[in-house]
């Protein structure tokens, strides 16, 4: 390697941006994301406006008539996130999928991963350059997101966030980068196993079908008092102590439910950024310390996907090289 | 199986070996699950000379590229390249050479100066302009530095990724099938590439093909493989001087390959 000259992984980041960003495919689903991130912000924030409004409205009045005010109601602009959340939950995952089913499609069609591996690249390089640069592509994606939910709120909410709100905005995003970043990952692995690329998509759609939809779900189908509308117990006219004592006999079943959610990566993405940003009311108000030290368990999960995929990742690359298989 | 290498008529030289000697196989094999792709090659290819590999489908000749090249690690023997073993000195080895794989498209997205860049910076090339403007120059196709590959012709595609090949200036060369594809013309053009860049720039080439008629235009030395074994190796010249009853190289290669 000559002095002055990026890293390899540098390049190979650099490389992996640009491809990419000149991706049609790619480029509409970044906007058609942002776009719905902004639609949802933007009817959350006038809907907040209209809040404070009635409730300015009222305090008006209820001076006016000389009565006593009310409390004001509780009002957080971070919960005007939510949405925006739950669409890199759900479409982030899609994107970054593709994302790396097209870094591994790109190399096959091209017949140039056989270039690739016969430079001097380290397999390290190769797989922290895929890494980086699809990192750096889906924290722009992300950071374009939040600066325009930001700019929403302040200017359709008419709330300005102050330092600390930004400061849990650019946690939950950057945890949001870290989701997505292993979905790229199962998306590289996937598609590097697969003989035939199309089945390592289909692989890896099916298992964000069951990590993303499907498993943090199952708490609420597999909730006995989620059968009938309304509830099950009420519709039955059980008393809230015979309840529980039917429930006391399906704790074990209560437990695989538990359980199982707590497999879902998504599960505990949606908990750690919905306690940063306060949209789980508990977590109003209490400190980022606080916050951190009660979802370390999340945190905790995040890590290990991470180590898990980013390995499972390494392993491809490795197999790819010795085998000189086309990933 | 017998050792076809032995029944072969006494044309071969013994190959060179030590000094100038910038490829070195010893016994290398190499298996893919239970069948053998490779059985114990030894061959030494000397700093210089155009080699022809030759070999029908399923010989082994893509397998014996692929261990020298560093894409896969052979499963016995050795292997050096510019006096680095494949295996231990990876790193050496792959900045030392150049590949061209069989039906290579490049980067359909990127135009042909990206692709070249990428690749440019990946060898730790000093002077990235100057040694695309170079490579680009040497084979005549500077018009295409600013085109997407993706709108490339074969001949197009195979020139860059020659010049992709020898933007750092390996001193070996690996061409793995280079005429697969493409027309008369583009054959043409692409042995005159060979012989100038194994007279002009210095690089020893090491080409896989199954066109006889291009290995007799180009090639200084041949060899041949059957069945993962190397059955023949000599100089061209003697090869050729020592089958006077052969018409053609053509026949030569029949008259070996049937043992």
């Known amino acids: ?327 | 199986m017998p050792n076809r290498a032995t029944q072969a008529p006494k044309a071969e030289t013994p190959a060179p070996t030590g000094e100038g000697a910038i490829i070195e196989m010893a016994g290398v094999g190499h298996r893919y699950g239970q069948s053998d792709a490779l059985r114990g090659i030894d061959l030494t290819v000397s700093e210089g000379e155009i080699f022809g590999f030759l070999g029908h489908n399923g010989a082994g000749k893509t397998t014996t590229i692929h261990i020298l090249t560093t894409l896969i690690v052979p499963t016995s023997g050795s292997a050096r390249v510019c006096g680095h073993d494949v295996v231990a000195h990876r790193l050496d080895v792959q900045r030392a050479i150049g590949y061209l794989p069989e039906n290579v498209r490049m980067y359909d997205h990127l135009t042909a100066r990206e692709n070249l860049r990428f690749f440019a910076r990946l060898s730790g090339v000093a002077d990235i302009p100057r040694a695309i403007d170079d490579a680009l120059g040497f084979l005549g196709c500077q018009d295409l530095a600013d085109r997407r590959v993706g709108t490339f012709s074969k001949g197009m595609r195979q020139r860059i990724g020659i010049a992709q090949a020898i933007l750092h200036r390996p001193r070996v060369l690996f061409l793995d099938e280079p005429t697969s594809g493409l027309d008369p013309m583009g054959v043409r053009q692409l042995r005159d590439t060979i012989e100038r860049l194994n007279a002009e720039l210095g690089m020893t080439i090491f080409m896989n093909t199954h066109l006889l008629s291009e290995v007799s235009r180009v090639c200084s030395t041949i060899g041949v493989l059957a069945d993962g074994e190397l059955i023949y190796r000599d100089t061209l010249a003697r090869t050729l001087e020592c089958f006077p009853d052969e018409a053609s190289l053509e026949d030569i290669y029949v008259r070996l390959e049937d043992g």
């Open chain 1, 1 to 327: 390697m000559t002095s002055g000259h990026p890293h390899p992984a540098i390049a190979i980041a650099g490389h992996e941006y640009r491809s990419a960003t000149r991706n049609r495919v790619l480029a509409i689903l970044v906007v058609g994301m942002v776009l719905v991130a902004a639609a949802s912000v933007t009817i959350a924030s006038y809907d907040f406006k209209a809040q404070i409004a009635d409730y300015n409205s009222y305090v008006a009045q209820a001076k006016a008539a000389g009565v006593a005010v009310t409390a004001p109601p509780q009002l957080f602009p971070l919960q005007l996130l939510r949405p925006v959340i739950e669409y890199v939950q759900i479409i982030g995952a899609v994107f970054a999928i593709g994302l790396g089913y097209l870094t591994v499609a790109r190399e096959r069609t091209g017949n140039t991963l056989r270039l690739l591996l016969t430079r001097p690249v380290r397999n390290t390089d190769l797989m922290f350059g895929r890494l980086l640069g699809a990192g750096a592509l889906i924290v722009t994606i992300l950071g374009a997101t939040a600066l325009i939910s930001v700019f929403l709120i302040g200017v359709l909410g008419g709330t300005w966030l102050g330092g600390g709100d930004l400061l849990r905005v650019a946690i939950t995003f950057l945890t949001g980068s870290l989701y997505m970043l292993i979905f790229y990952a199962l998306g590289v692995w996937l598609s590097a196993r697969s003989r035939a690329l199309v089945n390592g998509l289909v692989v890896a759609l099916v298992a964000w079908l069951m990590v993303v939809l499907i498993i943090p779900q199952i708490g609420d189908t597999m909730d006995p008092d989620n059968q009938v509308p309304g509830g099950l117990f009420a519709a039955l006219q059980v008393q809230k102590a015979d309840e529980k004592k039917v429930l006391a006999h399906f704790s074990t079943y209560e437990r695989i439910r538990n359980d199982l959610e707590e497999t879902s990566l998504t599960k505990h993405f949606e908990r750690l950024t919905f306690a940063v940003t306060g949209i789980k009311d508990k977590y109003n108000g209490v400190s980022l310390a606080t916050v951190a030290a009660d979802k370390r368990g999340d945190i905790a999960w995040l890590g290990v996907y991470a180590a898990l995929l980013a390995t499972l990742m390494w392993s491809g690359i490795r197999r790819e090289s010795v085998t000189g298989k086309d990933t």
